[in-house]
């Protein structure tokens, strides 16, 4: 995991109310993040696979997405998927969305603009643009009873149901 991913993470902590970008694969793993919030590996595996079932939910109804927004008590969770971003691992490279978390009057076109700018400066960086993946992950992987409560599986099975 590389110094211009850090550096485009850096780029997203300057928009005004957001407290932490993060890169996180379609298993969940948040692979690399900054600012103030450093979740811990039970809070971050919950939220990342939460995440990637709320994007994986959507795209069942509406197909392919770009953006999700979740309003909630503390402030503002936006994750930007399909990014065709890649991260390098021990494991290999990965690929990740982004997922900010923010106070909830952050301004949103303001922080579109700035992911999009900083989005292209990270794939220009020799490093990035050379990764090459081999397995593909799809976040309807994480769609599956034993890794949801019982709530979340009846919509899954309602959203089918109605497909």
Known sequence: MGKPHEVFLQDILKIPGVKT??????R??????????TPNAQL???????????SA????VR???EELSLLHSEGRITSFVNLDLLIDTPYGAQEVFLAILSSATVNIPTLRMTVKVALSKLKLDRVVRDLKINVRVYPQNLLTR???????WSLIEAINRAN
């Open 21 to 26: 970008a993060a890169l996180v694969n379609f």
């Open 28 to 37: 969940g793993e948040f692979l690399l993040s900054a600012g103030v919030f």
């Open 44 to 54: 971050s595996a919950q939220l990342g696979t939460f995440l990637v079932q709320m």
């Open 57 to 60: 939910a959507v795209e069942l």
């Open 63 to 65: 197909g392919r997405m």
């Open 146 to 152: 034993d890794k949801m409560d019982e709530t979340a």
